[in-house]
Nanobody
């Protein structure tokens, strides 16, 4: 099994930046992808960004050019993924969840709140 712990959320003004971290433990050798999702009140959870073991990334259109996903190593062997969020806007306010795709399914973190407000 894989366990995920997120950190780095908080309150930031519009135009500001935050960096989220997600550390995986357990069977990290089974991880194929790591990603970030978010869920705002009253809305469905949506993909924000994802990175594969080979380093391929994909982003939601709404965050392209503003958010960057990265890992310590390209093959996720150290089990940590970051989400650098720049030029944050109020519509980015949500609970952000880390997800790991493994050979046995998906693991989720507990979520970290990001609030963008003046």
């Amino acid at each position: 099994q894989v366990q995920l712990v997120e950190s780095g959320g908080g309150l930031v003004q519009p135009g500001g930046s935050l960096r989220l971290s997600c550390t995986a433990s357990g069977s990290i050798f089974a991880i194929n992808t790591m990603g970030w999702y978010r869920q705002a009140p009253g809305k469905q959870r949506e993909l924000v960004a994802r990175i594969t073991n080979s380093g391929t990334t994909n982003y939601a259109d709404s965050v392209k050019g503003r958010f960057t996903i990265s890992t310590i190593s390209r093959d996720n062997s150290k089990g940590t993924v970051y989400l650098q969020m720049n030029t944050l806007q109020p519509e980015d306010t949500a609970t952000y969840y880390c997800q790991a795709g493994t050979t046995r399914g998906y693991a989720w973190g507990q979520g970290t709140q990001v609030t963008v407000s003046s």
